[in-house]
């Protein structure tokens, strides 16, 4: 969600999403679709396209039942920002 001052949340325990490429303490990387799909049903939000869902990794990973894995990322800036961040070998 996005609060009133323009602050991404995650939607599910409300902290601070912060995603952008080169943003210190990233924790909202971008998964293949069929597992955010499955992220999305495991908290009961209706999957859209076009209307924002945020959620944080703690939160993906809950809703995946494991940590997030780099074959789970979509290669795109931010999951690589992401990656970098979570492992030290990359």
Same mark, same amino acid.
């Given at each position: ?21 080169? &943003? =210190?303490?990233?924790?909202? @990387?971008?998964?293949?679709?069929? $597992?955010?799909?499955?992220? +999305? ?19 993906? &990973? =809950?809703?995946?039942?494991? @940590?997030?894995?780099?074959?789970? $990322?979509?290669?795109?800036? +931010? ?12």
């Amino acid at each position: 969600m996005i609060t009133k001052d323009n602050k991404f949340v995650c939607d599910i325990c409300k902290v601070p999403v912060h995603f952008f490429p080169g &943003e =210190k303490g990233m924790n909202s @990387p971008m998964l293949h679709t069929y $597992l955010w799909k499955q992220c +999305l049903k495991y908290y009961h939000i209706r999957y859209d396209e076009v209307s924002h869902q945020y959620l944080c990794d703690k939160c993906m &990973e =809950k809703a995946i039942g494991r @940590p997030i894995q780099l074959k789970d $990322l979509r290669l795109c800036p +931010l999951s690589e920002d992401w990656a970098k961040e979570h492992y030290e070998h990359l």
